[in-house]
Every structure is written in structure tokens, then in C-alpha cells.
């Protein structure tokens, strides 16, 4: 089945600065990828999302980035503001399994005033 | 953007007991919703699949007799944990399937079973 990793675990940073979360997936067929916020108690919260047939995607401060010949994609995020502090997850989907979601193991974000 | 809602947000029951929740998508029809489960400090372990009408798909390892799901209608799915005991204590979140891939997940129902 489709693995899906996700690195780094934690990141802090600075406001202002930027934060990035890198992902790999295993299965070649996974078509869809989307990234995800989770808040503490709440359910997740879909923020951006990437097709096979599109390299980038960016909305705002956010940008995805896809390399499908390696298997990895990126979440970017630009101008990072203490509301950005939350857990990020990645996930990996394909048609073949009616688009269930795998997910990595989520990183989370610390942004310092 | 599409509008998930789950019931109730928290429940605290009795071992043995069985806890019923209830997932909805408010504004739009959904023929696929999903099911997870969060342990604290862990990512979300998907458990079954619900389609509206039909059985739902269960993950390897996660018992259907314990956790009947029913996709009744394309607004509502719901999950029951029969006989629950503290192990069955998490975080359950469902998910609705929005236009081919996209999912909205709801705000999950916290479990606490004595």
C-alpha cells in the first residue's frame, strides 16, 4: 500500500521567515495530494491541494510543489504569522482506492512572535 | 467551503455501553465519506470507507462488528462503537468526499470511555 513520509516532525521559526514540509510517497499511481492544518482539538482543515498534472500551486502565502519523477512534494509558507502554529499533515491519495487519504505523520509548526 | 459537522463533539460513557456519532455533510451531497481515527500526539489512521447505500469497507484490522458504520442518506453517516471499553478511547474524525477527490473533515468527536 502507499507510504507516506513526512519530515521534518518539528520546525520553529521566526515570524516572518518562511517554513517548509517535505513529503515522499510510495505509490507511483497517487494522483492527488493534499496538505492539511490541524488546530488542537479541531479536525483538520484542508489548505491546499495538488494534482498529478500540475507541477505548483500557490494561494497567498502558501504554495505546494510537486516532483513527480521522485515522489516528493512540498508545502511552502511565506510570511509565517503565530496563527500559522499548528499540526501539518500530508496525504496521498489515488482513483484506485476511491481517493482515501494516507497521511503522513504531520509535522508541527511553531511560529515565534 | 464545503461544511462538515460531527455529533457530538465529546462523550463520555460506561464500558460495555455503545456510543453512536453522527457525521454530516451540511451543504452538499456526499456519496463517500470516511472514517479515522487520532490517537494524541499521532497522525489520522483511516478505518473504513462508508459509501451511501452499500456495506462499508473496512481497513486491515480494524473490526467491523465493533465499529458498525451506516451510510443511510447522502448527507449522513454514522459510526457506533458497540460495547466500548477504555481502549476505544480517541479522537474519531469522519470526512466527506467532495467532487471526485477533495475531503472536508469534520470537527471530530472526542471518546472517553471509563
Known amino acids: 500500500g502507499e507510504n507516506v513520509e513526512q519530515h521534518p516532525s518539528t520546525l520553529s521559526v521566526q515570524e516572518g521567515d518562511s517554513a517548509v514540509i517535505k513529503c515522499t510517497y510510495s505509490d507511483s499511481a497517487s494522483n492527488y495530494f493534499p496538505w492539511y492544518k490541524q488546530e488542537l482539538g479541531k479536525g483538520p482543515q484542508l489548505i491546499i491541494d495538488?494534482?498529478?498534472?500540475?507541477g505548483e500551486k500557490k494561494d497567498q502565502r502558501i504554495a505546494v510543489t510537486l516532483n513527480k519523477t521522485a515522489k516528493h512534494f512540498s508545502l511552502h509558507i511565506t510570511e509565517t504569522q503565530p496563527e500559522d502554529s499548528a499540526v501539518y499533515f500530508c496525504?496521498?491519495?489515488?482513483?484506485?482506492?476511491?481517493?482515501?487519504?494516507?497521511f503522513g505523520k504531520g509535522t508541527s509548526l511553531l511560529v515565534t512572535p | 467551503g464545503a461544511v462538515v459537522s460531527q455529533h457530538p463533539s465529546w462523550v463520555i460513557c460506561k464500558s460495555g455501553t455503545s456510543v453512536k456519532i453522527e457525521c454530516r455533510s451540511l451543504?452538499?451531497?456526499?456519496?463517500?465519506m470516511f472514517w479515522y481515527r487520532q490517537f494524541p500526539k499521532q497522525s489520522l489512521m483511516l478505518m473504513a470507507t462508508s459509501n451511501e447505500g452499500s456495506k462499508a469497507t473496512y481497513e486491515q484490522g480494524v473490526e467491523k462488528d465493533k465499529f458498525l458504520i451506516n451510510h443511510a442518506s447522502l448527507t449522513l453517516s454514522t459510526l457506533t462503537v458497540t460495547s466500548a471499553h477504555p481502549e476505544d478511547s480517541s479522537f474519531y474524525i469522519c470526512?466527506?468526499?467532495?467532487?471526485?477527490?477533495?475531503?472536508?473533515f469534520g470537527p471530530g468527536t472526542r471518546l472517553l470511555v471509563l
Open positions: 495538488i494534482r498529478s498534472n500540475v
Open positions: 451543504d452538499f451531497q456526499a456519496t463517500t
Open positions: 470526512s466527506a468526499r467532495f467532487r471526485k477527490e477533495t475531503q472536508y
Open positions: 496525504a496521498a491519495s489515488t482513483h484506485h482506492s476511491g481517493y482515501a487519504l494516507n
